[in-house]
């Protein structure tokens, strides 16, 4: 007796795993690092605050250099499909606040940034609650 033709099966192709979105916070940096923004420095608050998931101080050497970081963050987040963040002290360029929702980032210029120290401020109110 002949023996049945063997059918030939197909094993299963994986499924292309999709990467993960980048979140805000990611794209947030990575805009600052291109700009050269210097002295960038990321505070989680979740829980701490209800304005926002996460706060970024950095500087801009220049009221020039401020605007330019400003406006390069606002860009990368329109980009990735984040809507239009708010944004506030851009005429004058000494602070400019970028309110995206979950990340609120605040470019200085160095004087500026010294004189409200909004690191120290954060940190201060970690420190106190670490210890209730």
Known sequence: MASAPKKK???AEPAP???????????VLQSLDDAK???TVAI???GKSSLSDHMVVTSGRSNRHVSAVADQVVKAL??????KPRV????????VLVDGGDVIVHIFRP???EFYNLEKMWAADFAADAHE
Do not use: Y
Request: hydrophobic share 40%.
């Open 17 to 27: 795993v999709a990467a993960p979105e980048p979140q805000m916070i990611d794209i």
């Open 37 to 39: 923004a210097e002295q």
């Open 9 to 11: 099966i197909k094993a």
């Open 44 to 46: 989680d608050i979740t």
């Open 111 to 113: 004087e500026v940034r």
């Open 78 to 83: 329109r980009e990735n499909g984040f809507s």
């Open 88 to 95: 506030e002290g851009l005429p004058h360029a000494d602070w």
